[in-house]
């Protein structure tokens, strides 16, 4: 079935160096979103991408989605301890949502 | 406020027993689905419903039941035949195609003992 990759599962940073998760889709999407869900939290919505190729930039993080609408990436600048939690990833392919498994970003101490 | 409400916080269930989780949204939106997250992992999907009265199963509806007989409530049945209910349950909503990507609710941790 179809099914949209997130890697890695974890990334360990400390604060104030760069985080990036990516998403490999084995189908051409339609537009892809990006969710953050906090420690004990839901899941919030951060953004979508539509265009081959855009990119859209919200203050430190910046997403991307692929040429051929089959990948995408969130790269956070300069992590902060607000940037806690799990990014997720959500592909849309013939009217359905398909989830990454999500990237968690700890802070180590 | 526009939102989505889901209850209670946190359930417990006794071995045999069904449960109902409850959500309501009052965002006017059209879609609303019901997901499933265990411990350290992604969504899957239960149910969802695209309009009043009509819903289909998800990637696990299997023990799980639904209604959406308003446009604001999409309730959530855990039967006794989930044979592993303990998980962290949240309910979505969304316009038609979710452009404006999916609103959750705070979720429900039930708990079987």
């Known amino acids: 079935g179809q099914q949209v990759m997130q890697i890695p599962q974890y990334q360990h940073v400390q604060e104030g160096e760069d985080f990036t998760t990516y998403c490999n889709s084995s189908t051409t999407l339609s537009n892809i979103q990006w969710y953050k869900q906090r420690p004990g939290g839901h899941p919030v919505f951060l953004i979508q991408l539509v265009k081959s190729g855009e990119v859209k930039k919200q203050k430190r993080l910046t997403f991307q989605f692929g040429e051929a609408k089959k990948n995408s990436s969130l790269h956070i600048t300069a992590t902060q301890t607000t940037d806690v939690g799990t990014y997720f990833c959500a592909g849309h392919s013939n009217y359905q949502l398909i989830w990454g498994a999500g990237t968690k970003l700890i802070i180590k101490p | 406020d526009g939102g989505i409400t889901q209850s209670p916080k946190y359930l417990f269930r006794k071995e045999g027993q069904n449960v109902t989780l409850s959500c309501e949204q009052n965002l006017n939106h059209d879609a609303m689905y019901w997901y499933r997250q265990d411990p350290g992992q992604g969504l899957r999907l239960i149910y969802y419903?695209?309009?009043?009265?009509?819903?289909q199963k998800g990637d696990i509806a299997e023990g799980y039941s639904v209604s959406r007989e308003k446009k604001e409530s999409f309730p959530l049945t855990v039967t006794s035949a989930q044979k592993n209910p303990t998980a962290f349950y949240l309910c979505?909503?969304?316009?038609?195609?979710?452009?404006?990507?999916?609103?959750f609710g705070s979720g429900t941790r039930l708990t079987v003992v």
């Open positions: 419903s695209q309009i009043v009265n009509d819903f």
């Open positions: 979505a909503s969304s316009t038609q195609g979710a452009r404006y990507g999916y609103t």
